[in-house]
């Protein structure tokens, strides 16, 4: 009897191991970047990844996150997190593409969905942001994975963005913008508007409640909170590279509004530190996620300590008492009553599911006859697609299959087939790191046969061609496996292989560059500049970023 309740405990002792481990197993974590520390603490940043204009809430032990997507899509991601620290992506709360379709069928680098705001309210999420040239608008959802709601235009206006709502204690519900200078010929103000109930429509003009000009140039982003009485408002002032975070309180929603800067870069390295959301805890504690922008790898993301003081929140660490933190770069994890098992988004994708990954974006709005995920095979196949008519370089091409730079230094390889179709002369497929300036290796099919071949473009965003440093002959339907490092001052080199254990560099290094309004992208492509009725592919095993 003894023995049986020993193999007994035995077995429910395997079990459970069994279980965590395999419950930290379908857990991912970077190679190339973990915040949580492993002994109670952190650094910063908590993402060391494009989540621009980042935007938080809690639902019960639950927080989840957004970001500005601008024309990239899925749009909209939705991160996950049980103690702020660790996240991973759950979804997209715009899967397919963004209104108008026909306009954003092509690239619209840095239009789109700008400055998220993301709300819990009566059991119901809701996100709002503004596009510069349609007005704001919303999608709701009762699981933040999804489905979300077709987007409703609330507010339609060119140079509305930055939306973040507020129901009021009486069933009022608010919200706060900003303005575009770049639609509106006006900026840095923001102005409160009234909606209806079920926040689908705006019922009253917007109101100018506060004005930047002057004191803090460029205010955007807000968002919108109401404690102890008071109407706040959080904003950014002093543009990207160089702001800090401001705070606006009143006892009416309309102001008038006194302010406060409340964090700013200080005598730290974080430049910039402002614009994202405040979050508390159960257990009381309060906190703020914001951006910083380092420009290749984009706006990433930081975690800040945020306390009370006088009816103003204190945010990051204040040494000299003036009631304007400094950002932290280690701090103790938020007490969130456990801990949590380390994760991170996911990078590398072995495409072993018929679903795609949340961490790919296509540059556009897509077309489910782009991509074919073969789980029965291992592998995604994507189909090559005709360049438009004015095709300068791939700044101008949609269905680029891309997920945003993990970290300062990094080592993406993919392993690929090509299956060019033998009556489409011109075919061509590769490996791109896309920005502003980007640089690419490329196989392609010529008259010559299967070439491989490094290049880039050096202002792809003025229309600039690419230019070709190297070329090598191959042979068709090998698999080749194509890689990147990135490391020092965003710099890369391209190499190749055919067995994935010897690599030869290939063409000239190239320094990443950002995007419009984004940080530089790594991933696919196949295209094609001749019509046909038929198109070749490639065939992707594996997408791996290691150290």
Not at 59 to 78: H, K, R, W
Not at 308 to 324: E, L, S, Y
Not at 520 to 538: C, E, L, P, Q, T
Request: charged share 20%.
């Amino acid at each position: 009897m003894k023995s049986r309740v020993l193999s007994l405990l035995s077995l429910m002792i395997f079990v459970g191991v069994a279980n965590v481990l395999a419950q930290e197993k379908s857990n991912y974590v970077s190679e190339v970047w973990v915040a949580d520390q492993g002994d109670g603490t952190y650094k910063n940043p908590i993402l060391y990844t494009d989540y621009s204009d980042p935007d938080v809430c809690r639902a019960g032990d639950d927080y989840y996150m957004t970001s500005s997507s601008f024309n990239c899509i899925p749009g909209l991601q939705i991160l996950h997190s049980k103690d702020l620290v660790n996240w991973e992506l759950i979804g997209a709360a715009i899967p397919n593409g963004l209104p108008p379709a026909d306009v954003f069928s092509k690239p619209q680098h840095g239009n789109g969905v700008w400055a998220p705001s993301i709300r819990y309210h009566n059991n119901e999420f809701y996100i709002f942001y503004g596009d510069p040239d349609y007005g704001i608008y919303m999608t709701k959802a009762k699981d933040p994975a999804g489905p979300w709601s077709s987007l409703t235009l609330v507010k339609e206006g060119k140079g509305l963005i930055d939306a973040c709502p507020l129901w009021d204690e009486d069933g009022r519900v608010y919200l706060v913008h900003g303005v575009a200078g770049s639609r509106a010929s006006f900026k840095s103000v923001l102005s409160v508007c009234e909606l209806n109930k079920e926040a689908t429509k705006a019922i009253t003009e917007s109101v100018i409640v506060f004005d930047g000009h002057g004191k803090h140039p460029t205010i955007e982003g807000p968002k919108f909170y109401k404690k102890d009485g008071y109407y706040y408002i959080f904003a950014p002032g002093g543009g990207v590279p160089t702001g800090w975070q401001i705070v606006m309180r009143s006892k009416n929603v309309y102001g008038p509004y006194e302010d406060k800067i409340v964090l700013a870069q200080g005598k730290t390295a974080i430049n910039g530190p402002h614009q994202g959301g405040w979050v508390d805890t159960p257990s009381g504690e309060d906190w703020f996620i914001h951006f910083q922008d380092v420009g290749a790898v984009g706006r990433i993301v930081h975690l800040q300590p945020m306390t009370w003081k006088n009816g103003w929140p204190v945010m990051g660490i204040d040494k000299d008492k003036d009631g304007c933190g400094d950002p932290v770069l280690t701090y103790k994890k938020p007490n969130v009553g456990k801990t949590y098992s380390i994760m991170t988004p996911a990078e590398s994708d072995e495409f072993n599911d018929t679903k795609t990954g949340y961490q790919w974006q296509w540059h556009g709005n897509s077309s489910p006859f782009w991509i074919f995920n073969d789980a029965t095979n291992g592998n995604m196949r994507l189909y090559s697609v005709l360049t438009p008519e004015d095709y300068k370089s791939l700044w101008d091409v949609p269905n680029l299959f891309l997920q945003k730079i993990p970290a300062p230094e990094f080592t993406a390889t993919v392993k690929m087939t090509f299956h060019p179709n033998p009556e489409n002369d011109g075919e061509r497929a590769g490996f791109v790191i896309m920005g502003r300036d980007y640089g690419v290796v490329a196989i392609e099919d010529t008259k010559d046969g299967i070439v491989l071949s490094q290049g880039f473009c050096k202002g792809a965003d003025k229309g600039k061609a690419e230019i070709i440093n190297e070329k090598v002959t191959i042979k068709n339907n090998k698999p080749v496996y194509l890689r990147v490092t990135m490391q020092g001052e965003n710099d890369c080199q391209f190499s190749y292989s055919f067995n994935g254990k010897k690599f030869t560099d290939i063409g000239q290094p190239f320094k990443a560059r950002e995007g419009q309004w984004i940080g530089a992208k790594m991933g696919v492509f196949v295209n094609r500049h001749n019509y046909h009725k038929d198109s070749g592919w490639i065939d992707v095993d594996w997408f791996r970023v290691t150290k």
